[in-house]
Nanobody
Framework: QVQLVESGGGLVQAGGSLRLSCAAS????????LGWFRQAPGKEREFVAAMRWISQSGINTYYGDSVKGRFTMSSDNAKKTVYLQMNRLKPEDTAVYYCAYRKDAWSSLDAERQYDYWGQGTQVTVSS
């Protein structure tokens, strides 16, 4: 069983920054199997970022097109915590942000259905 707890959401003006955290607990949790999604009102859940460990190259991080160049995902495996640094925020980034965990490290990173555990979400609101 894996528990995920997000924190760090809030209200910020356009152009500002926020850092979200996701603390994972569970005996066999690897931060490399974590990802971030978001869901805006009236819209489907959208892939934001995820990590994968590849032996030849180490940690690889992948981003959704709408956040590339503005968001950065990082991890602290000792703390079983991942972070999402969000810069140059836009009103369209307003959403509930979810941390999610996939048991299969090699499953598709950006597919919601591949994730087995989800946090409760944290609200991010960007004002114009």
């Amino acid at each position: 069983q894996v528990q995920l707890v997000e924190s760090g959401g809030g209200l910020v003006q356009a152009g500002g920054s926020l850092r979200l955290s996701c603390a994972a607990s569970g005996r066999t949790v690897s931060t490399h199997n974590l990802g971030w999604f978001r869901q805006a009102p009236g819209k489907e859940r959208e892939f934001v970022a995820a990590m994968r460990w590849i032996s030849q190259s180490g940690i690889n991080t992948y981003y959704g097109d709408s956040v590339k160049g503005r968001f950065t995902m990082s991890s602290d495996n000792a703390k079983k915590t991942v972070y999402l640094q969000m810069n140059r925020l836009k009103p369209e980034d307003t959403a509930v942000y979810y941390c999610a965990y996939r048991k299969d490290a090699w499953s598709s990173l950006d597919a919601e259905r591949q994730y087995d555990y989800w946090g409760q979400g944290t609200q991010v609101t960007v004002s114009s």
